[in-house]
């Protein structure tokens, strides 16, 4: 079910009206996703929230990701605002997963996904659990059709390749690579006590490339993988599941990690897989606030978002 986007989640700290002192609150505007706005310049971003954790449920994992779009959008409003003056951010509300019915829910994310990249809008999709990616990819395929290549990059302690006779948050690429022989997956940031053996031996099967959390973190030849990547694909989607991130900074996750990234490392990729032209849509996805400590998972959120909008203009490393 679709639901508007609320102004009130757009509030903060007011500095000044000037253009130096504004926050994001000050610049987000919300629509409704039948009465998107005409893109009067190319740079438009336009958040969707996916209040969604059924996923995580059904993967037997600790709900509660389902609360992540609103709690991040509002960590976000009070960042100042970097971007180019030109670049207009807005916000077409929520799709919120009704009685489990996480099938329904993907389908209608990815209507809508579909309808912002027909408009000319680059997707930032909040979710949700890892499922979120499905709605995901399913918006930015209907948007492409059959023929386009597709690559995948994943940010993940987990592969999500799990065999199952229902959608999970852990078997999003297995039902992909199952369907869509047009589809390229990359993995950035794999924990090997994240995943079983059979879920490694799933990924070479399926031809995954996949880069350890440990080699992640030589980011010279990860940006050298990446970029091998996007050169073999026609267009890309970027999936971020927080709990790619090391457990001191990201504690507020169904599954933490004890060896993942370093946010910094993490803000590196986004930096750079930002700048990409081929990138199509974006979606951040397992932050858990009901699991969180003191905001901190959501903040970091906040932040990276606001470091990929912001590089989706003016790059640095
Ligand atoms: N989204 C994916 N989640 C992981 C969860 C692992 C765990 O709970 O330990 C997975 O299915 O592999
Ligand atoms: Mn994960
Ligand atoms: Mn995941």
């Known amino acids: 079910m679709y639901r508007n986007a609320k102004e009130n989640l757009w509030v903060g700290r007011k500095d000044g009206v000037d253009k130096a002192s504004l926050r994001l609150h000050q610049r987000v505007q919300c629509y409704p996703i039948d009465h998107l ?6 740079k438009e971003i336009a958040i969707i929230g996916f209040q969604c954790d059924e996923g995580v449920k059904r993967n037997k994992g600790r709900i509660g990701a389902g609360k992540a779009p609103d709690e991040i959008r509002k960590y976000l409003a009070n960042l100042p605002y970097h971007l180019e003056e030109d670049s207009n951010i807005i916000d077409v509300g929520n799709v919120v997963c009704e009685d489990g019915n996480l099938e329904e829910s993907q389908r209608e994310l990815g209507l809508y996904v579909r309808e912002l990249l027909y408009q000319s809008k680059f997707p930032i999709i909040l979710g949700g659990g890892h499922e979120t990616l ?5 918006g930015a395929r209907a948007f492409l059709g059959d023929e386009p290549s597709l690559g995948i990059i994943n940010i993940d302690a987990h592969f ?8 999970t948050s852990g078997t999003m690429f297995k ?44 980011i010279e030849q990860t940006i050298q993988v990446i970029d091998r990547f996007s050169q073999t694909y026609d267009y890309m989607i970027l999936t971020l599941c927080f709990d790619a991130i090391h457990l001191n900074a ?9 060896f993942g990234l370093e946010p910094k490392t993490v803000r590196k990729l986004l930096r750079y897989i930002a700048k990409k032209e081929n990138l199509l849509s974006f979606d951040l996805s397992e932050v858990n606030p009901q699991l969180d400590e003191n905001g901190k998972t959501a903040r970091l959120a906040a932040y990276l978002l606001a470091e990929l909008m912001m590089s989706m203009s003016d790059y640095k490393l």
């Not at 706005?37 to 190319?42: C, I, N, R």
């Open 250 to 258: 990201a504690p507020g996750v169904s599954a933490p990690s004890p």
């Open 175 to 218: 039902q992909i690579l199952d369907k869509d022989h047009q589809v390229g997956y990359l993995a950035l940031g794999i924990q090997r006590f994240g995943n079983t053996k059979k879920l490694f031996e799933t990924a070479e099967a399926y031809h995954c490339t996949y880069l350890y959390e440990e080699e992640v973190e030589k």
């Open 134 to 138: 499905f709605g995901h990819y399913l």
């Open 37 to 42: 706005p005409l893109s009067d310049t190319e």
């Open 160 to 167: 999500d390749l799990r065999v199952e006779p229902f959608a």
